[in-house]
């Protein structure tokens, strides 16, 4: 993992019947950008430079400020799983549940700003298979599940290679057509423009 210098994962679903492509990058230390592309058309990209970061969308644009700002640092940061230590996480073992038929250890984790995830890793394999967060929405509290599935090997790291999240009613299953390792992105391509 320290190798990994840079991530480039896409994906696709299908959203009332439409194709929807998504495109993840990362680049150390914290640079992201993720856009999502329906019939060639841009509908959301969201982007954090390092700095500063916001995003674009059919709604309009958005310039991430405050602890919006700070969160998207935080989050942006690569293979944020191996500085939860450093970065001010708390991790609490809560035991071990079921899921998809095998046992699971749970772990709440709770971010610097006491947003609080619930993931779940499979006890043979110790790779998470489930996460489970609630969040507040203009209508109310609502809890968004991942189930994570489907690791391949993309030189020498698994990655997940399905992900089916489920927010309130809706439910949507990604595929990840490709993931790429180390192929030299530019700072430019996460710039963020006012």
């Given at each position: 993992l320290k190798k990994v210098k840079d991530i480039?994962?896409?994906?696709?679903t299908e959203m009332?019947?439409?194709?929807?492509?998504?495109?993840?990058?990362k680049k150390m230390p914290n640079l992201s950008l993720?856009?999502?592309?329906?019939?060639?058309?841009?509908?959301?990209?969201t982007v954090f430079d390092g700095t500063n970061g916001g995003s674009v969308g059919m709604q309009g644009s958005e310039t991430f400020e405050g602890d919006d700002l700070k969160e998207k640092a935080l989050s942006?940061?690569?293979?944020?799983?191996?500085?939860?230590?450093?970065?001010?996480?708390?991790?609490?073992?809560?035991g071990i549940e079921e899921v998809n038929g095998?046992?699971?250890?749970?772990?709440?984790?709770?971010?610097?700003?006491?947003?609080?995830?619930?993931?779940?890793?499979?006890?043979?394999?110790?790779?998470k298979v489930y996460s489970m967060?609630?969040?507040?929405?203009?209508?109310?509290?609502?809890?968004?599940?991942?189930?994570i599935h489907d690791y391949k090997p993309v030189k020498g790291i698994l990655f997940p290679h399905k992900l089916i999240q489920n927010f309130g009613p809706q439910?949507?299953?990604?595929?990840?057509?490709s993931i790429k390792l180390n192929s030299k992105?530019?700072?430019s391509e996460f710039e963020f423009k006012k």
């Open positions: 480039t994962m896409k994906s696709e009332q019947g439409m194709k929807l492509e998504l495109t993840i990058k993720q856009e999502m592309n329906m019939s060639g058309m841009t509908v959301q990209k942006s940061t690569m293979h944020i799983e191996t500085k939860y230590k450093e970065l001010g996480y708390i991790l609490t073992l809560k095998k046992d699971a250890y749970v772990v709440e984790v709770k971010d610097p700003f006491g947003n609080v995830e619930s993931d779940y890793f499979d006890v043979a394999s110790k790779l967060q609630t969040q507040e929405t203009p209508q109310g509290e609502m809890t968004i599940t991942s189930e439910s949507m299953e990604m595929d990840v057509k992105l530019k700072a």
